[in-house]
């Protein structure tokens, strides 16, 4: 928990009354066009413990044009986030994140490394937590299946680094609110435990160095930043470790089954890239087909991960291409900085060499998914919907349209659009809307 500060406490009335309070003393800057779509929250992991109120909150102070919210398995961010959103007129969107076994890729390593066949993916655009009962069901089994996965490899680890142990319910669960916790967790956790269980640093690093293989003057951030969080998970939670278990078919469901899902609550299935360096990444093109074939229409990049400033090398070439496929086929792009790690940036630098020519893409796919959250949720009126499929010819068609209603509408038009809002107008009725709404 950070105790710290009141908009990420773990009560939600005490999040609830801090934003308020900031949001009225605040001076906000008029929004840029830069846009950070992707940040996971304190409901999975974010590295400044934000909760979706304090990060709708900094988006706002940072001028951004849309937030967005992703986290693990959960879409416990939902309603606040939305409430947050509307309070400070933020645009916005929230997604989910998993990973997915993809058959036809079973003996290709996609985007989860050393694991064949395992893709993180994604859906976004969710409006509601109000969802049918067999997506309701998928979901509490994404759920389920991340906290037995967690506590299985907690017994694992726990074996290979006593006598150091976690109890989890002691030492985890009061790290995450609503007790979703990500391996990010449990690796704080066990940072935080040594640090406790041996006072003195001394101590601390020669324990950490005999269990980790790693020579004690050369652990960095003791005793529970970064640097050492991080080895933690990657000598024991990441292959080779020994809490890791190598997944397989079984392990996790399948893409065309979490795309159900996600199409079934009405957001839009999204397919997840890292740097295009696997085989699986390589081709690129058959794994979108794959993807699309079951209804992914939205492709989310990491734009930190895929280039060095300054150096212009083969991932940047790899984002280049994966950007143009993407607007070849005329799939929204959404890209976020994640702050799931310590260090990650808040918002990507969009004025960069590299990513200046790209950051109008991920605008426009921004203000896509900001108008198809507003219209979702407002009227059944989303990018997906039955009346979208009536309305447009073409996909280029569909896409001007959200891309334009995301330029000129923002949250505080809600009360107004929604009393004139109905599916039985047209595209351009809709926009003419939008525009009086905006202007009154």
């Not at 710290?4 to 066009?33: G, I, M, Y």
């Not at 947050?84 to 916005?92: E, G, Q, V």
């Not at 349209?401 to 809600?414: H, L, M």
Request: proline share 5%; net charge negative; aromatic share 10%.
């Amino acid at each position: 928990m950070n105790s710290e500060d009141p908009c990420s406490h773990f009560d939600s009335n005490v999040r609830a009354e801090a934003l308020r309070k900031e949001a009225a003393e605040s001076d906000f800057p008029p929004p840029t066009t830069w846009v950070n779509a992707h940040a996971h929250t304190f409901y999975s992991f974010n590295y400044k413990g934000y909760s979706p109120s304090r990060f709708a909150l900094e988006a706002k102070r940072a001028g951004l044009e849309m937030g967005g919210i992703v986290d693990f398995d959960v879409l416990d961010g939902l309603d606040e986030f939305w409430q947050a959103s509307r309070l400070l007129d933020l645009k916005a969107c929230v997604g989910i994140e998993s990973r997915v076994f993809v058959p036809e890729f079973s003996d290709r390593v996609i985007n989860s490394p050393g694991e064949p066949g395992i893709s993180y993916h994604m859906g976004t655009g969710f409006t509601t937590t109000d969802i049918p009962t067999e997506a309701q069901t998928f979901l509490d089994g994404m759920r389920q299946t991340s906290e037995q996965r967690n506590r299985a490899m907690v017994e694992r680890v726990n074996a290979f680094l006593s006598p150091l142990e976690l109890n989890y319910e002691q030492d985890v669960m009061p790290l995450v609110p609503k007790g979703n916790a990500t391996e990010r967790h449990l690796c704080l956790a066990y940072a935080r435990k040594a640090a406790s269980q041996y006072s003195e640093e001394s101590a601390l690093r020669n324990f950490w160095s005999e269990k980790l293989g790693v020579a004690a003057e050369d652990l960095k951030d003791v005793p529970d930043g970064r640097g050492m969080t991080d080895l933690i998970r990657a000598k024991t939670m990441k292959q080779g470790g020994a809490g890791y278990v190598q997944p397989d078919s079984g392990s996790f469901p399948k893409m065309a089954e979490m795309n159900e899902f996600v199409l079934q609550c009405g957001a839009l299935p999204t397919m997840t890239w890292l740097d295009g360096c696997s085989a699986g990444e390589e081709a690129i093109e058959e794994l979108l087909e794959v993807a699309r074939s079951t209804g992914v229409a939205v492709f989310n990049i990491i734009p930190d991960r895929n280039y060095t400033p300054g150096t212009k090398d083969q991932k940047l070439a790899n984002l280049q291409k994966v950007v143009e496929i993407c607007k070849d086929l005329n799939m929204p792009l959404l890209g976020g900085t994640e702050m799931n790690s310590p260090g990650q940036k808040f918002v990507d630098d969009f004025d960069s060499e590299e990513l200046k020519p790209i950051h109008p893409y991920f605008l426009e796919g921004s203000r896509i998914l900001h108008a198809h959250s507003t219209l979702q949720r407002l009227a059944g009126m989303g990018y997906l919907s039955p009346w979208a499929e009536n309305q447009f010819a073409s996909v280029s068609a569909k896409n001007e349209f959200y891309t334009r209603f995301g330029e000129i509408f923002s949250p505080r038009g809600d009360e107004a659009l929604q009393n004139d809002l109905s599916d039985s107008l047209g595209s351009g009725e809709v926009i003419s809307l939008a525009e009086r709404v905006m202007t009154a």
